[in-house]
Each structure stands twice: as structure tokens, then as C-alpha cells.
């Protein structure tokens, strides 16, 4: 039977053409083929063990055929009170595994089991809409489940709860989440074991919290929604759903915004695959378009975008079809690009195929001046793991287990200074972390660089650590102080002409340059098709600086006469392929061979904060991280995995010299080769 489960209804709701791709090996699918790294990118593994421990004494219901699983879950649910595990669920065409299944007498009660985190008195509901788009397909979960249960067992009172990560919980235990462990069964499949015995303090507090959704199931019940160009009810909806998807019928495309992040896409690296396009198909039917016609830049590809919706209304589907209007393009006197400013940049060189580059060389030499030798690249590598490391710590508290850093002196010398890295089963590596980093930092006063605000907001965590920790921390002062000296942060202080509370940021001395800002007002490359991502941007300067294609196309980086690297040895960053400069992250080692190669890139790509809450950034490394923390992996790997995250981290911050390195060659130009 193709039954629609859970899953399924997910996708359904997101598009109902997608039920008709899923599951084809003809089409392109941009997700993860191991459905168990993204539970372990978002904790799901542990969080799934922990809730069982929360409701103990159940049966679980292992058997993956979907029959015998029912029958098994039939018997169990004749005794008068029971908690069933992974419960299987039938009607009709519809099909769901209950996370945490209870009855007591004739009352039934459903949980499912999220890593997603909420506050203790957070609402799922909006001002202006019934539930907030954040929420709504976490509501949409339950209220799928609570629907078929109540069809299937009309005799009970059925109640729908989330079980959430509680962020104002605080870990009971040391050591907690290495007592959930990852391993292989006898057919070579994952699976999570419990290792050591949990103890009553690792329960005595609970980081998870139940969450009363049948008032918002109601709400779903009540909605009404549109399906193929018309109005119907959510029941109706569920039947239309299970028979498209049971007959495998085609539902007519509708376009919309969410088409942006349509996994049915031929990627990159598959365009001679012979993989159909789903995305294509949809374009193709609805607006007769061509192959030629997905070769020009449309609006999904424009750099933050917030009139899809309007786009797509009036039928401007192509970068070339905006005018200034529809952008609401306002120009203003201040240094730099305006948002809409960049945005009409990236359509005019689309509409004329420009394909130079644009840099604002006046204001970047302004930037520039500013600065004080030597430069310092700094990156970082972090993790949130679902369930702390230490006590007292929230779900989700940051953990940055590495970091990379480049020096660029004055003379232009440049070299690899300094480097960290901590993968050590169950240590919170922050208080050492910030340690190693002040003594890279602080031998003088030059400006400091980061790539997007994640360095920052990762040092402002720490710091609220350090105030927060009871403990004895010799060096405390020193620490706080170094990061409150190179980052910025907002205060509440209350506004002296109006009395009310607003924020002020705050800058120290030594703030770091965001680079990520600068290449938003500065430079722009048609190659980057409106993504600022690092990843994006390294290849396209490579592509367009002929000094860093004539520098790093010979064995300088790692070599004895050349740029000193930790871990590079006569390393050639400039290799062609058709004429193009490869990327140089497609270079670097693999980090596990057990791993496809499409999730690898995957997972590695300047899209990875698309697979859940906690990954924002570095997603390949944080992955790295967990399976290091969580599965036994044997001495040589373990070592490989961390020379191989070391590389990685390494090139980030050659990344961001390398920017640098060319937007000097490109100013040099108008102000002289001393410059």
C-alpha cells in the first residue's frame, strides 16, 4: 500500500505536486539520503530516548512492515493501560508511527516527540495569524496524527501533545547525552543504546516539556483549505492527499514562494545526470517554458527577496521582467549599497549579461584605511547540542569547538598563525576555547575580521556563561573583558524623553569587521546569483582576480618559501576545469567514507542551515562534531575526521584573505600599486 504517512502529509502540505516525485529515482532530490543524519543534526536521536525514559515501562513496536506493526500495536492496546512506543496507526489510506502512545482506560494520549525548543510561556499563536508560520507544521504533525487516531479508535477520548526541548529547563546531571549512543544493529542500520545506567539525578529535572495542542488542532480542523484552485476542508484535504498519492497521480503544480527551496531540483553537479527536474516540470506546464528559459536568472534568485508572493501574482517570474518599481528601489547618500540598490545591481547585469563584477572601490578604500596591522581571519566552528554536556546548562546552548586564524601583516606576508580544535568525548570545550583564542588575539591590537555575525554571537554566549557560572573562574574578568573588547552586543536602557525601554548596541574597541556586510555595500559578482554565502564567494574571486588565479595556481600555500599552514603542504588552491576556476572547498577531504557523497555536499553547502534549528552554520563540521561525540568510532578514523575538520576550518579563513587579497589588487588599479 502507498500509504500516506506523516511524512508524506508533510510534504503534501508543502506542495501536493511533491507526492507524486517523492520516492521516483528518475528525479533529483536535493535531501539527504540518510534520514538519520538529519535526526542527528537536530538531536532528534537523543531527544526520541530521552522522552522514553520521561515515560517508562513501554513496549515498543520495532517491526518495520507496516501490517505486522499494526497488529502488533493491536494486541497492546487491548490491555487496559499501556504506553506503546512508535504505535503504528491506521485509516484508510492514512498511516502514522505515534512517538509515545498512552492509554489509560478509554482515554488515549498522543505525544510527539520534537528537538525544536520553546520557552515555558511561549505561544504558538500569532498576533495577526492563527498560528505563527514558525509553528505551523510542527501543529500540523499532531493535528495529522490526533485525526487519524480519532478515525481509528472513535470509542476513545484522544488528546494531542508536543514534547518539546524546555530552553528554560536546566540539565540535572553531568554526562548526560553520552549516555545515548549511536550504533549499528546486525543488518548494518543505526540505531541509539543507552550506555551506563541513568541515574535518578540525570531525571530529576526534565529538559523536555509537554505541550496541550488540541485547541490548535482545532484550529487546523477548522481552516479552510485550497486544493487544486479550490476551497475544502481538512478531512476532504486528507483524502484528496492519500488518493493522489496512493494512485500516484500528478496534482497540478501551484506556484509559490516555497518553490525557492523545492528539493526536486537538478543541482549543479547532476545537470548531466539525466535526473528530471521537478521544479522544471512544474515551470513547464503552468507557464510553457523552455530549457533556455531556466538558463536566465528568475527570482528565486534574487538576493533577499521579500515580494515573491507579489511576483508571482502579477506573473514577473525572470529577473529581467522587475522594473525599479517593483522592487520599491530607494536610493539614499549613506557609504554604500542600499538593499534595493544591490538588488536593481543584480538585475541590470542580469538584463544587460554583464557578468563583471561590480566594487565600490572609493568606500572599500575608506574601509580599508581604517584598519590597523596585522590583520587577523578569525573563524569559528560550533555545535548546539539538544542535551548539555554539563549541569545547569539549557538545551541548545552553544558550544564552539574550533577555530581557525590567518594573520595578513603589512608587508603582505600572510600565514596560518594559529589553530584549535576540541572533539573530546563529553567536554564543554568554551571556557579553553576562549582561552587559546585570547592568546592568538591579544599579542596586539590589529583589526580583527569574521564572516557573518556567528562569531560574534558565539563569544556573547560565552560571555553570559561566564557571568552565569557559579563557579570559581580564576580568570573570569580577564575573559569577559577580552570579549566585550572585539565584539559588540545590545542593551536595554530606558529612552530619557519617552521613558520607554529600547535597545542600544555596543561596540568595544577592537569590535571585529563583519565581512559579510562589506561585501553586501561593496562588490557584487553575477556568479554569486544573489547568494553572499563564503562559499559563494570564494570561487567567484577566484574566477575574476587574475592575481589570485596567478598566485595560488603554484604549490605556495603550505610550502617552506611560501605561506606558512598548519596543515597544507605545497598546496595548489587554483585548479581549472573547463575553464573555470574549481571550488576550492570541492578540493578538501572527505570526512566520513560512510557517508554519500551527495549528502556530503550536501550537508557541506552554503544551504546547510535548511536541515533544522540547530544548524546555522558550518553544517559539515557541527555533523562532524556529533558523530565524533555520539558513535564509536574507531582511533585511525577518529584521527583522519580531525585532520579533515581542521582543513576545513583552515580554508574559511583563507577564504577571507583571499576576498581581501583581491579587493587590494582591484583598488590598487585606481590608487596606485604602492597602495
Not at 483 to 495: A, G, L, M, Q
Request: with cysteine; proline share 3%.
Amino acid at each position: 500500500m502507498r500509504y500516506l504517512t506523516k511524512s508524506r502529509f508533510k510534504l503534501g502540505m508543502e506542495c501536493p505536486r511533491k507526492l507524486y516525485y517523492h520516492g521516483k529515482k528518475d528525479y533529483a532530490n536535493q535531501s539527504l539520503e540518510d534520514s538519520f543524519l538529519e535526526a542527528l543534526a537536530e538531536g532528534g536521536f537523543q531527544i526520541g530516548e530521552l522522552a522514553k525514559l520521561y515515560y517508562p515501562g513501554g513496549y515498543e513496536v520495532t517491526n518495520l512492515d507496516y501490517e505486522k506493526a499494526l497488529e502488533d500495536t493491536n494486541k497492546l492496546l487491548k490491555k487496559e493501560n499501556i504506553i506503546i512506543y512508535e504505535a503504528a496507526i491506521k485509516h484508510e489510506n492514512l498511516f502514522s508511527r505515534v512517538d509515545i502512545l498512552i492509554k489509560e482506560g478509554n482515554k488515549l494520549k498522543i505525544i510527539e516527540v520534537k528537538s525544536k525548543s520553546i520557552k515555558r510561556d511561549e505561544s504558538m499563536e500569532g498576533s495577526r495569524i492563527d498560528i505563527k508560520s514558525g509553528w505551523l507544521p510542527y501543529v500540523e504533525d499532531i493535528a495529522f496524527q490526533k485525526y487519524l487516531v480519532e478515525k481509528s479508535f472513535p470509542q476513545y477520548e484522544v488528546a494531542g501533545y508536543l514534547l518539546l526541548a524546555d530552553k528554560d529547563s536546566k540539565c540535572p546531571s553531568d554526562g548526560l547525552n553520552q549516555k545515548f549512543k549511536i550504533s549499528k544493529d546486525k543488518y548494518g542500520r543505526k540505531q541509539v543504546k543507552l550506555r551506563g545506567e541513568i541515574s535518578k539525578e540525570d531525571l530529576s529535572e526534565k529538559i523536555l516539556i509537554e505541550k496541550d495542542m488540541d485547541e490548535l488542532c482545532q484550529v487546523i480542523y477548522n481552516k479552510i483549505y485550497s486544493y487544486q484552485g479550490k476551497e475544502t476542508s481538512f478531512s476532504n484535504l486528507l483524502n484528496l492527499l492519500s488518493n493522489t498519492y496512493k494512485d500516484d497521480i500528478p496534482s497540478l503544480p501551484h506556484i509559490s514562494r516555497t518553490c525557492r527551496d523545492c528539493e526536486f531540483k537538478v543541482g549543479n553537479e547532476e545537470v548531466d545526470s539525466g535526473l528530471k527536474s521537478g521544479f522544471n516540470e512544474c515551470f513547464k506546464l503552468i507557464y510553457d517554458w523552455e530549457e533556455e528559459d531556466f538558463k536566465e536568472d528568475n527570482i528565486f534568485d534574487l538576493w533577499d527577496n521579500r515580494r515573491i508572493d507579489d511576483f508571482i501574482r502579477d506573473e514577473k517570474l525572470k529577473l529581467t521582467d522587475l522594473t525599479k518599481e517593483d522592487i520599491g528601489y530607494k536610493p539614499d547618500n549613506e557609504s554604500g549599497l542600499t538593499r534595493t540598490e544591490r538588488q536593481w545591481l543584480q538585475i541590470s547585469k542580469s538584463r544587460n549579461k554583464d557578468k563583471s563584477y561590480y566594487i565600490d572601490k572609493m568606500n572599500l578604500k575608506k574601509e580599508m584605511d581604517s584598519w590597523k596591522y596585522p590583520l587577523h581571519f578569525i573563524d569559528f566552528e560550533t555545535a548546539q547540542p539538544v542535551i548539555p554536556f554539563k549541569k545547569g546548562k539549557s538545551p541548545y546552548e552553544g558550544i564552539a569547538f574550533q577555530f581557525s586564524h590567518h594573520i595578513v601583516y603589512e608587508d603582505g606576508s600572510i600565514e596560518h598563525k594559529n589553530q584549535y580544535l576540541n572533539t573530546e568525548v563529553g567536554v564543554d570545550p568554551n571556557y579553553d576555547f576562549l582561552r587559546k583564542l585570547k592568546e592568538a588575539l591579544d599579542k596586539d591590537k590589529g583589526t580583527i575580521f569574521r564572516y557573518s555575525n556567528h562569531e560574534n554571537t558565539y563569544l556573547n554566549k560565552i560571555y553570559e556563561q561566564l557571568q552565569e557560572d557559579k563557579k570559581d573562574i580564576e580568570d573570569r574578568e580577564e575573559l569577559s573583558s577580552f570579549i566585550r573588547d572585539i565584539t559588540e552586543h545590545k542593551v536595554k536602557i530606558i529612552n530619557e524623553a519617552n521613558g520607554k525601554k529600547q535597545e542600544k548596541k555596543i561596540e568595544g574597541s577592537r569590535n571585529m569587521v563583519d565581512m559579510l556586510k562589506l561585501v553586501q555595500k561593496y562588490y557584487y559578482d553575477p556568479c554569486m546569483k544573489g547568494s553572499n554565502s563564503i562559499k559563494m564567494v570564494l570561487p567567484s574571486v577566484l574566477n575574476s582576480s587574475d592575481f589570485l588565479k596567478k598566485k595560488y595556481s603554484k604549490p605556495i600555500y603550505g610550502s617552506e618559501n611560501g605561506i606558512k599552514s598548519l596543515n597544507f603542504e605545497d598546496e595548489i588552491w587554483v585548479q581549472f576545469k573547463d575553464g573555470q576556476v574549481v571550488d576550492p572547498y570541492q578540493l578538501l577531504p572527505k570526512l566520513f567514507s560512510d557517508m554519500s557523497e551527495k549528502d556530503c555536499k550536501l550537508i557541506a553547502s552554503e544551504d546547510a542551515e535548511s536541515f533544522g534549528d540547530t544548524i546555522n552554520h558550518g553544517g559539515i563540521a557541527m555533523m562532524a562534531y556529533y558523530r565524533l561525540q555520539f558513535e564509536d568510532i574507531e582511533k585511525e578514523v577518529r584521527s583522519e575526521v580531525e585532520q579533515a575538520l581542521l582543513k576545513y576550518c583552515e580554508l574559511d579563513t583563507l577564504a577571507m584573505v583571499m576576498i581581501y587579497e583581491a579587493w587590494l589588487d582591484m583598488i590598487k588599479y585606481d590608487y596606485g600599486k604602492d597602495y
